[in-house]
């Protein structure tokens, strides 16, 4: 866990010092109240390679923290879901290829969470 501390201006409580994790990749000057602050990292996406859109990146998954979330404050990893898309045979055994791979990828994702958590990344 990082020691370096930033400051946020919030609207409801003013300049607002929060740790900064290492991971974070998040801008913070957009956020208007201190429950909105989010820390975020980078995201790894499963790219599915489809006839219809070409290679489309989907399911990002990536580490998140909401410092001040009164009911989840720990670090979490995410996972976004989104649109449809269409397979034939072999888009489709190319797409269960990419899932299986991209499996991998989460399961790296849990054990750094269990790291990251264990590190102490819950309360302020
Ligand atoms: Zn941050």
Sequence with gaps: MSTRIITIPTADHGDVQVAEPDWCTADHSWEPYRVDITHTGAKTHLVIPTDCHGPVRTLPVGFLWRPFDPVQNKIMAAIEADEWHDFDSAGLIR????????????????????VLQNKGGAAQ
């Design 95 to 114: 797409a269960a290829d990419a899932l299986v791979e991209h499996a991998t990828t989460l399961r790296v994702y849990a054990r750094q969470l269990a």
